[in-house]
């Protein structure tokens, strides 16, 4: 694992955020885990070790995550998340950032205000900026996925402490198979929800 990372850090020196976990369980565990520290569901070890591993092989300018599903969408998942978290840093763990990855914030999945209330409890109990890492709207109807842009994006770029928003694809039918129908651009042209985030970017629709 040091190796790994002292070569992947090596290769690709210019890189600045790293996640250096995804998906912690109960979403995903690796089969090496125990090999590396173990302490799922107690003291976190692997993943203290796998920042702190991180930290050293990759620098003090490169920004960590721990990033993540559903942590801004369910509260058994946000505060089972913020429980990982303030774990490791009490351990000494140099956790840089939080990344919520959004998937699930399509009309019927989780609304506005719920995101909202979640991603700043996720804030201020840790401390730690944010990057929505995974953003996507689901839907084929342009004005909802449009709307829900609106609703959504001027909390994300007005809050200070999110720091990036990371769009999951933006060719329709050509993103993540679950979200198939989130791209901004369909058949060469720009949808209304692409139009608005690049109006209020300040840049060329494309």
């Given at each position: 694992?040091?190796?790994?990372?002292?070569?992947?850090?090596?290769?690709?020196?210019k890189?600045?955020?790293?996640?250096?976990?995804?998906?912690?369980?109960?979403?995903?565990?690796?089969?090496?885990?125990?090999?590396i520290?173990?302490?799922?569901?107690?003291?976190?070890?692997?993943?203290?070790?796998?920042?702190?591993?991180?930290?050293?092989?990759?620098?003090e300018?490169k920004?960590?995550?721990?990033?993540?599903?559903?942590?801004?969408e369910?509260?058994?998942?946000?505060?089972?998340f913020?429980?990982?978290?303030?774990?490791?840093?009490?351990?000494?763990?140099?956790?840089?950032?939080?990344?919520?990855?959004?998937?699930?914030?399509?009309?019927?999945?989780?609304?506005?205000?719920?995101?909202?209330?979640?991603?700043?409890?996720?804030?201020?109990?840790?401390?730690?900026?944010?990057?929505?890492?995974?953003?996507?709207?689901?839907?084929?109807?342009?004005?909802?996925?449009?709307?829900?842009?609106?609703?959504?994006?001027?909390?994300?770029?007005?809050?200070?402490?999110?720091?990036?928003?990371?769009?999951?694809?933006?060719?329709?039918?050509?993103?993540?198979?679950?979200?198939?129908e989130?791209?901004?651009?369909?058949?060469?042209?720009?949808?209304?929800?692409?139009?608005?985030?690049?109006?209020?970017l300040?840049?060329?629709?494309p």
């Amino acid at each position: 694992m040091k190796s790994w990372m002292t070569e992947f850090c090596q290769k690709y020196p210019k890189t600045k955020l790293i996640d250096v976990v995804n998906e912690p369980p109960p979403h995903t565990e690796p089969k090496f885990a125990n090999n590396i520290g173990g302490g799922t569901n107690g003291s976190w070890q692997w993943i203290i070790n796998a920042f702190k591993w991180a930290r050293e092989a990759c620098g003090e300018d490169k920004i960590l995550i721990l990033n993540d599903y559903n942590n801004i969408e369910w509260t058994n998942d946000n505060q089972h998340f913020i429980d990982i978290v303030k774990t490791i840093q009490a351990a000494g763990a140099p956790i840089d950032a939080i990344g919520c990855q959004a998937h699930d914030l399509d009309p019927g999945k989780a609304n506005t205000s719920t995101m909202k209330t979640l991603i700043t409890k996720l804030h201020n109990d840790t401390g730690l900026p944010v990057y929505i890492t995974e953003y996507d709207i689901s839907t084929s109807d342009d004005n909802a996925q449009a709307n829900i842009y609106k609703e959504q994006m001027p909390f994300f770029l007005e809050t200070e402490w999110i720091k990036g928003v990371t769009i999951w694809g933006w060719i329709y039918g050509q993103t993540w198979s679950l979200a198939s129908e989130s791209g901004l651009v369909r058949n060469g042209s720009p949808r209304p929800a692409m139009t608005y985030l690049m109006e209020t970017l300040g840049r060329p629709v494309p």
